[in-house]
């Protein structure tokens, strides 16, 4: 921190700037993406599975999208632009515990593997869930008739047990935000809402480079025809 | 954050619930019900998935796979109400979904597999009509009258593994 007093004017100027830091895809696909789990649990837990199945669809669309966003998406929603190694993953989370951090310019260290942790536990719940057969062998995953009624029960409850686990990973998340909430007074909620926060631009970090809309829209035509071709189990 | 928690007190409360409202001592013959008719139950779910996955596949094979399985849930039902007899629930000390309201709401039960056994009847007549479009809107029907039993008298499995898998 700058002590003259032109530094501590730039910073008390930028302070109150809005920095651009989620696009709108990324939101949305966030947001999208907590209902999608909530309905998915809600109708699972309750033997839904008209609703489970739509819900399902729903998410391995959004997660899709968010894998492709990952690669060709707006800068600070590229896999490459913060996904970490151990090392700055370490000198990261060794500045944890300290409550005079900047606010880190899109996904921090730490919050990258929750992030990638997340979007592969869903995949994998997903996944697994494609092929799980139920009880009555009525409302089956779509990809279910590839696979006996046996194995399909027990990739029924693989379903329900990595479930378990995402849920964990989840509450891990939640009580990151809250922890940079209570204790580092870094609200990340809104930003996620609206897309900006307030701050500086740190040195090293360009302003966010918004990706065209256009790429977003070819990508979900492609993540619909897969959907599509998974909801029909391939039989064309 | 758990839901599991609250899931297993609340089936723990139910099972418990259950002890103090059936006082059925489980005799040999009751436990012995219990492993058949989960392997039956159990067949009767694989031919359901297998006349599904005809329907979906979009290519029906009427005579190796629907005839057949369609058969197998009609032939099965008509036993179905046979298979719980007092007694051969959870106080079993055996591991078993079938929950005690089986048998402290029995008439409600016995009205379901009856009608679970009318809309096996339904889907054989159809699978031996080879009637297509009838058969998509019968096996759904069917599904559902199992479903319904399972919804209110079985034990939701998310959180469990069969037992001889």
């Known amino acids: 921190m700058t002590t003259s007093e032109a530094?501590?004017?730039?910073?008390?100027?930028?302070?109150?700037?809005?920095?651009?830091?989620?696009?709108?895809?990324?939101?949305?696909?966030?947001?999208l993406l907590a209902i999608g789990i909530g309905v998915c649990w809600w109708s699972g837990v309750n033997n839904e599975l008209e609703y489970h199945l739509w819900s399902g669809y729903a998410v391995l669309w959004i997660v899709l999208m968010r894998l492709y966003w990952g690669l060709v998406g707006s800068s600070t929603a590229r896999f490459v632009n913060f996904v970490r190694g151990p090392k700055a993953i370490l000198d990261y989370a060794s500045t944890l515990h300290r409550r005079d951090t900047p606010h880190s310019y899109g996904h921090n260290a730490l919050g990258a593997i929750s992030i990638v942790l997340m979007l592969g536990l869903v995949l994998t719940v997903v996944g697994l869930g494609l092929f799980a057969v139920d009880v009555d062998g009525l409302y089956s995953g779509p990809l279910s008739s590839y696979v006996t009624f046996k194995q399909g029960r027990h990739l029924a409850h693989s379903h329900y047990y990595w479930f378990e686990i995402l849920l964990w990973v989840i509450g891990l998340h939640l009580a990151?935000?809250?922890?940079?909430?209570?204790?580092?007074?870094?609200?990340?909620?809104?930003?996620?809402?609206?897309?900006?926060?307030?701050g500086r631009?740190?040195?090293?970090?360009?302003?966010?480079?918004?990706a065209p809309l256009w790429r977003f829209v070819i990508g979900a035509v492609a993540a619909t025809a897969i959907v599509y071709a998974v909801s029909i189990g391939f039989y064309f | 954050m758990s839901a599991f928690g609250f899931g297993r007190i609340a089936a723990?409360?139910?099972?418990?619930?259950?002890?103090?409202?059936?006082?059925?001592?489980?005799?040999?013959a009751e436990i012995a019900q219990i492993k058949p008719r989960q392997d039956k139950l159990r067949d009767m779910g694989g031919a359901l998935k297998a006349i599904n996955d005809e329907i979906k596949k979009g290519r029906i094979d009427w005579d190796n796979t629907?005839?057949?399985?369609?058969?197998?849930?009609?032939?099965?039902s008509a036993y179905l109400l046979n298979w719980?007899?007092?007694?051969?629930?959870?106080?079993?000390?055996?591991?078993?979904?079938?929950?005690?309201?089986?048998?402290?709401?029995?008439?409600?039960?016995?009205?379901?597999?009856?009608?679970?056994?009318?809309?096996?009847?339904k889907l054989n007549d159809i699978a031996l009509k080879k009637d297509e479009a009838g058969l998509k809107a019968q096996a759904l029907a069917t599904g559902k009258a199992c479903k319904a039993c399972h919804d209110n008298y079985r034990s939701p499995d998310y959180e469990k593994e069969n037992e001889d898998e």
Request: aromatic residues 10%; positive net charge; without cysteine.
């Open chain 1, 201 to 210: 631009h740190q040195g090293g970090h360009e302003e966010m480079t918004i």
């Open chain 2, 84 to 121: 719980f007899p007092k007694g051969s629930g959870p106080e079993t000390g055996k591991k078993t979904y079938a929950l005690p309201a089986i048998w402290q709401k029995n008439d409600d039960f016995q009205k379901l597999g009856k009608a679970a056994q009318a809309e096996a009847a």
């Open chain 1, 7 to 31: 530094g501590r004017m730039e910073t008390a100027l930028a302070d109150t700037a809005d920095l651009r830091v989620w696009d709108m895809p990324v939101r949305a696909m966030h947001w």
């Open chain 1, 176 to 198: 990151a935000v809250l922890f940079y909430f209570i204790y580092k007074r870094q609200n990340l909620v809104v930003p996620m809402i609206t897309g900006k926060r307030q």
């Open chain 2, 66 to 76: 629907v005839i057949p399985n369609a058969q197998t849930i009609k032939d099965r």
């Open chain 2, 12 to 28: 723990a409360a139910f099972l418990v619930l259950g002890f103090a409202v059936v006082e059925v001592a489980a005799g040999p």
